[in-house]
């Protein structure tokens, strides 16, 4: 039985992240992914609203920090919901080659 939300492999959460680097029409994408670093498979830390900003603008969307130390950036996130290890609800399809 689990002892807490990290232990359950099934664990998944929704975040809001920029659709793209550049900002472009302020856009922001909701997906779903598997609550596990894609590094070690450590959890994924707690979300908490961020300011995401690409040199000219500055979108409100979610952050984490990942207790193991691995680095989960929002162009992975967006490739990681390409290859459908995440899923974007509302059927948004994304590039399967993200070069941001």
């Given amino acids: 039985m689990p002892t807490n939300q990290h232990d359950d492999p099934t664990d ?4 809001r992240i ?7 029409g302020h856009h922001l994408i909701t997906v779903t992914l598997p ?5 070690c ?3 994924r830390g707690e979300i908490t609203p961020a300011i995401s900003y690409d040199g000219s603008r500055r ?3 979610d952050a984490w920090t990942n207790p193991c130390g691995h680095l ?3 162009a992975a996130i967006r490739l990681e919901t390409a ?6 609800p509302g059927g948004q399809q994304l590039p399967l080659v993200d070069r941001t």
């Fill in 35 to 39: 609550w596990v670093c894609p590094a």
């Fill in 18 to 24: 920029p659709g793209s680097q550049d900002h472009a």
């Fill in 59 to 61: 979108l409100g969307c």
């Fill in 83 to 88: 290859i459908g290890r995440a899923s974007a």
């Fill in 12 to 15: 998944r959460r929704t975040v």
């Fill in 41 to 43: 498979g450590g959890p």
């Fill in 72 to 74: 989960d950036t929002y």
